[in-house]
């Protein structure tokens, strides 16, 4: 690995421009690091001798990080100096090398761990040549999970299917935002279902949470039926609720 950061080095030095990702990479490791992460990202063209060194399959994982100071010098650590690592929308991005199966997944154990119960980490794994996609599918991910108030933790695209073939289709996520909408106007009601979501749908948890009694709680999931069409205590229901909220905020 040595050898070939030496080659991303003596590149950055023979090119007159360089992408936004790119900035003086043979001044730092880090830089490095960013801009053969931002190529790849990217779907840039790397030269032949770069390209030699690189990993065949990767791990995709981006992260959205509550105390960026401290976390990220985990997650730095916990990734391996092979790991490469970037920034998208402020998020973080890594690409961590799969090196066998099994790898993947202990990789988001030890990642995950970093979080300490704050932040979210979307994964993806594809081979090198589908990095884009991968990052593509792992960003999507990331907004759904962060959209739907789900808790800190890693996801991968099975844990929010439903919602991500919502937003595939623009009449279903338009018609969605639309129907939950007028919710907005009733502050109470919004702030009652955004608590029964982030509180899995358990009645007991989403009334300590907004400490008010079981019974007040109950008139208000009825007031949301009313404004939205929607029963919020069927599992019909809450899943429409869920994907409408997410299709409102992404919207927005």
Known sequence: MADF??????EGQERSKEPDDLVEPHKDPAAVSRGLAGDLADGRSLPADLTGGLTPRYLIAVVRLAEPGRQLAALRAVAGEDALLTHRDGDVVLLVPAAGPGSGERSVTRLAQCLGGKGWLATAERDRARLVDGLDEACSVLRLVVAGLRPSGAYTISDVLVEYAVTLNEKVRTDLAAMIRPLR??????????AFVD?????????RSLFIHRSTLDYRLRRIEDVTGCDPTS????QTLTAAMIAEVLQN
């Open 199 to 207: 509180s899995d749908y358990s009645k007991n948890k989403t009334a």
């Open 185 to 194: 106007a009733h502050k109470v009601l919004w702030e009652t279902l955004t």
């Open 235 to 238: 599992g019909r229901g809450a």
């Open 5 to 10: 950061r030496a080659k991303v080095r003596a």
